[in-house]
């Protein structure tokens, strides 16, 4: 979990460090633009950062484990390869201050520039989690959709993210998980 972790990072920062000269494009048509800044969901957007972990408790399977961390490592490397295919930047609103949550997204802005936009590292990474998670606990798949769904809203509702981003990390999301399903056959059946 912590190799994810690292690799994570070095692509994505390698990508903000890459991108930060270039010529940013703002998409004011976007439906963002219409949505409130909810400080509060700076919660679910951070709960992604603990996939990695859940991850490692739910998959037991060394060797399976390793073709998931290649999975994730594939589309972190896809995602970081359409960063510097098409830079975007989101200006970001003034935060109130004030408690807890404030102060969470406050730090949230000031370590993550508001680049790297497409797609959604989180909402990519929260579907890949949702559909492992749900091969082997079926049971929990209508939690986890609602999980992803409450991530997705969160990278919107503290401008994070443009919804195209979104709908770009959910067509990633899908495409990669079936690709994985067909090279890895019996996934789904496995305890």
């Known amino acids: 979990a912590s190799g994810g972790y690292l690799y994570f990072v070095l692509v994505y920062y390698l990508a ?29 957007y951070v709960s992604v950062y603990f996939v990695p972990i859940f991850l490692a408790i739910v998959v ?9 961390m290649a999975l994730f490592a594939l589309v972190i490397g896809l995602c970081g ?8 930047t989101l200006p970001r609103p003034e935060i109130e201050r004030g408690g ?9 802005y000031r370590v993550d520039r508001p680049i790297n936009l497409f797609p959604s590292i989180h909402v990519v990474g929260s579907m890949l989690f949702m559909f492992i998670v749900g ?4 049971s929990y798949r209508w939690w986890l959709w609602a999980w992803v769904l409450l991530v997705a809203a969160s990278t919107l509702l503290i401008r994070q993210h443009y919804f195209i981003d979104i709908v770009g990390a959910f067509v990633i999301g899908f495409t990669s998980w079936h690709i994985f ?6 996934f ?4």
């Open 60 to 68: 037991k399977n060394k060797k399976e484990f390793l073709k998931l």
């Open 81 to 88: 390869l359409l960063f510097l295919a098409l830079p975007l």
């Open 181 to 186: 399903l067909r090279l890895n056959p019996g």
């Open 16 to 44: 903000v460090y890459i991108n930060t000269p270039k010529f940013a494009t703002v998409l004011w048509w976007d439906p963002v633009w219409h949505l409130p800044v909810i400080n509060a969901f700076i919660i679910p």
């Open 188 to 191: 789904n059946k496995l305890p």
């Open 100 to 108: 807890m949550m404030s102060a969470l997204l406050t730090t949230k």
């Open 135 to 138: 091969a082997k606990r079926p």
